[in-house]
């Protein structure tokens, strides 16, 4: 199984598929959510699909109504009009690293496979896990680990890199743990692992940078009543994409017209974070964490 989707029935639902519309899957992965999208639109309905890895394209679904998409969602709008594509009915994210990308080793994503340190979700992108930990400075490191990891060691951590690359190279995921056992503790060792490792990630495929961007660009794409649905696993995401769907920018800043009405581009669909039942929880333990976040555009 490449990946199973969380929440995949909410998140399709919240699109509210047109038939006839046409809709972006920004983050294709195993395809259960593109699957399920088109399930639901007619003959003349068509779905994007966005995927930077290569491997995605295993997944890719023959069915005419389908365009699968190598690229980095941040560049949807440059897409789009290759396509020919001006406006859409919904766009969709799950933010979430596959399950594909956690189990093979080969990709450095998890700290509990040996393997390269690499976390490029494309391939072909410069610079991996390892080379931002031997090349990147001690302050520009402890920066990484602080707003990318929320970790409070975070400097203690940077300087631990910098002393022990001062006498090995680091390549492998041992060697960041490694570097990492001072700071781990029996009781809290996974979840202090995950945040480094989810801000070397963060880093090494400028994650937040590009949701940003595709978060801009989907709102000048969506047509009145189109809508986003978007699925985030950790809180940097998920503060982004509330204060974007509060205010129709990052910052979540609300801006007001000359009599003081509020002015934003989205109706909330739900006010409340949609998250996985117990059941789902149960059956699919990687979707522990996912938050859904529905918008209409005004």
């Given amino acids: 199984m490449y990946h199973i989707p969380a929440l995949l029935q909410e998140s399709?639902?919240?699109?509210?598929?047109?038939?006839?519309?046409?809709?972006?899957?920004?983050?294709?992965?195993?395809?259960?959510?593109?699957?399920?999208?088109?399930?639901?639109?007619?003959?003349?309905?068509?779905?994007?699909?966005?995927?930077?890895?290569?491997?995605?394209?295993?997944?890719?679904?023959?069915?005419?109504?389908?365009?699968?998409?190598?690229?980095?969602?941040?560049?949807?709008?440059?897409?789009?009009?290759?396509?020919?594509?001006?406006?859409?009915?919904?766009?969709?994210?799950?933010?979430?690293?596959?399950?594909?990308?956690?189990?093979?080793?080969?990709?450095?994503?998890?700290?509990?496979?040996?393997?390269?340190l690499d976390m490029r979700m494309n391939r072909l992108a410069r610079k991996s896990a390892a080379d931002i930990l031997n090349e990147y400075s001690e302050e520009r490191l402890s920066d990484i680990f602080f707003f990318y990891g929320e970790l409070k060691s975070a400097r203690k951590i940077a300087a631990a890199v910098a002393s022990y690359r001062r006498s090995k190279k680091i390549d492998a995921v041992s060697d960041f743990l490694e570097i990492m056992k001072p700071f781990t503790f029996r009781e809290k060792e996974n979840k202090t692992l995950a945040q480094a490792f989810q801000a070397l990630r963060i880093e090494v495929n400028d994650e937040l940078k590009a949701l940003e961007e595709m978060l801009m660009q989907g709102?000048?794409?969506?047509?009145?009543?189109?809508?986003?649905?978007?699925?985030?696993?950790?809180?940097?995401?998920?503060?982004?994409?509330?204060?974007?769907?509060?205010?129709?920018?990052?910052?979540?800043?609300?801006?007001?017209?000359?009599?003081?009405?509020?002015?934003?581009?989205?109706?909330?669909?739900?006010?409340?974070?949609?998250?996985?039942?117990?059941?789902?929880q149960v059956n699919n333990p990687r979707s522990r964490s996912a938050k859904l976040r529905i918008a209409e555009k005004l």
Avoid at 101 to 108: A, I, L, T, V
Avoid at 253 to 264: C, H, P, Q
């Fill in 12 to 116: 399709v639902d919240g699109l509210n598929i047109h038939p006839d519309g046409v809709y972006v899957d920004v983050t294709f992965g195993g395809g259960g959510h593109s699957r399920e999208i088109l399930r639901r639109l007619g003959e003349k309905g068509r779905l994007f699909a966005f995927d930077q890895d290569e491997d995605a394209y295993q997944n890719h679904i023959l069915d005419p109504r389908f365009t699968f998409v190598k690229s980095n969602f941040r560049f949807l709008k440059n897409f789009m009009r290759y396509h020919r594509v001006d406006e859409v009915d919904g766009i969709l994210a799950d933010l979430g690293v596959s399950s594909h990308h956690f189990d093979d080793s080969s990709r450095g994503f998890s700290f509990r496979m040996p393997g390269d």
């Fill in 219 to 280: 709102l000048q794409m969506l047509k009145p009543g189109g809508r986003f649905s978007i699925i985030s696993y950790h809180s940097l995401e998920d503060r982004l994409v509330k204060n974007f769907f509060r205010a129709g920018n990052v910052e979540g800043v609300v801006a007001e017209d000359f009599f003081g009405n509020r002015k934003t581009p989205f109706e909330l669909i739900n006010r409340k974070v949609i998250v996985p039942t117990e059941e789902e």
